[in-house]
């Protein structure tokens, strides 16, 4: 098993900035992929960004130089970096770990871009 626990949401301006930080603990496979979806109202869950153990990374169209993510393997924690921050991107953002055995979601955070 392995838990996630997310920090970070919450209410910014258009063009603000918020960090997100999702911390994994438990059964931890060195060789893993953790990342960021998220899913507003009415929309499926999509691919925000990813980041392997390994350093590889992959990002959605829509948040291409605005977001960055990075992670910690010591400390089995990922970021996100969000800047220049639109309506658009209010959603609920969810941590996901995955390892070739198995995957888990962590229980969502709230982003809200509003004036």
């Known amino acids: 098993q392995v838990q996630l626990v997310e920090s970070g949401g919450g209410l910014v301006q258009p063009g603000g900035s918020l960090r997100l930080s999702c911390a994994a603990s438990?059964?931890?496979?060195?060789?893993?992929?953790m990342g960021w979806y998220r899913q507003a109202p009415g929309n499926s869950r999509e691919l925000v960004a990813v980041?392997?153990?390994?350093?590889?990374?992959n990002y959605a169209d829509s948040v291409k130089g605005r977001f960055t993510i990075s992670r910690d393997n010591a400390k089995n924690t990922v970021y996100l970096q969000m800047n220049s921050l639109k309506p658009d991107d209010t959603a609920v953002y969810y941590c996901n770990y995955h390892a070739v055995v198995a995957e888990y979601w962590g229980q969502g955070t709230q982003v809200t871009v509003s004036s």
């Open positions: 438990g059964s931890i496979f060195s060789i893993n992929a």
């Open positions: 980041m392997t153990s390994g350093g590889s990374t």
